[in-house]
Nanobody
Framework: VQLQASGGGLAQTGGTLGLSCAAS????????MGWFRQAPGNEREFVSA????????VYANSVKGRFIISRDKAKKTASLQMNSLKPSDTGVYYC???????????????????WGQGTQVTVSS
């Protein structure tokens, strides 16, 4: 599986940005896609994830109520709509994917086999 991320960019506080991630290859077998982010000097942080076959998405507390993750199975694409952006949302966002994840492992970066290239998101105050 290869992941191709797009979107991101620069926004002001309170603004909106979107990320998209297209997966190539097989997406069967309890396939999960999501995003992590990393700000300069910080560790990589879980943002959100969703199971390909359905079920409730998972969000980090820091983005819950502001970010919305969705997936389009036909297009093999996951999207992240980021609303009410804050400067603390600034960082490099990484699209991730994996198979066979249990729900509780969604926030664990080690659970994901596939990582896309990072996409910069910058929120100005």
């Amino acid at each position: 599986v290869q992941l191709q991320a797009s979107g991101g960019g620069l926004a002001q506080t309170g603004g909106t940005l979107g990320l998209s991630c297209a997966a190539s290859g097989v997406t069967s077998g309890r396939f999960v896609m999501g995003w992590f982010r990393q700000a300069p000097g910080n560790e990589r942080e879980f943002v959100s994830a969703i199971e390909w076959s359905g079920g409730s998405p998972v969000y980090a507390n820091s983005v819950k109520g502001r970010f919305i993750i969705s997936r389009d199975k036909a297009k093999k694409t996951a999207s992240l709509q980021m609303n009410s952006l804050k400067p603390s949302d600034t960082g490099v966002y990484y699209c991730v994917a994996g198979r066979g994840l249990i729900f509780s492992s969604f926030p664990n970066p080690s659970a994901y086999t596939y990582w896309g290239q990072g996409t910069q998101v910058t929120v100005s105050s």
